[in-house]
């Protein structure tokens, strides 16, 4: 069993960065994809992006894609989105899960999820 825990949200301007973080406990990371989603006031669930643990490869949204980065660090089983050039669509609670990664991921561990607004 996974637990993850999301820190670092907040309230930042248009333009701005925030990173926000994700810690998880309960059991090794290795053979494992960590994803961010996020869902904005009425509207569903989407996909933000994704690291696979062992490999290190990531994968993005195209709306954030060359805004946003994920990294992992193995020593805290932690992983991290750093947020850049933030815009006030980016507003939306962020959720951190984890999958076995073997296609199709099946995300069946999610964080309790972080508010990151970002006013205009």
């Known amino acids: 069993q996974v637990q993850l825990v999301e820190s670092g949200g907040g309230l930042v301007q248009a333009g701005g960065s925030l990173r926000v973080s994700c810690a998880a406990s309960?059991?090794?990371?290795?053979?494992?994809?960590l994803a961010w989603f996020r869902q904005a006031p009425g509207k569903e669930r989407e996909f933000v992006g994704a690291?696979?643990?062992?490999?290190?490869?990531?994968y993005y949204a195209e709306s954030v894609k060359g805004r946003f980065t994920i990294s992992g660090d193995n020593a805290k089983n932690t992983v991290y989105l750093q947020m850049n050039s933030l815009k006030p669509e980016d507003t939306a609670v962020y959720y951190c899960?984890?999958?076995?990664?073997?296609?199709?991921?099946?995300?069946?561990?999610w964080g309790h999820g972080i508010q990151v607004t970002v006013s205009s």
């Open positions: 899960a984890a999958a076995v990664n073997t296609y199709p991921y099946d995300y069946r561990h």
């Open positions: 309960g059991r090794t990371l290795r053979g494992y994809r």
């Open positions: 690291i696979s643990w062992s490999g290190g490869y990531t």
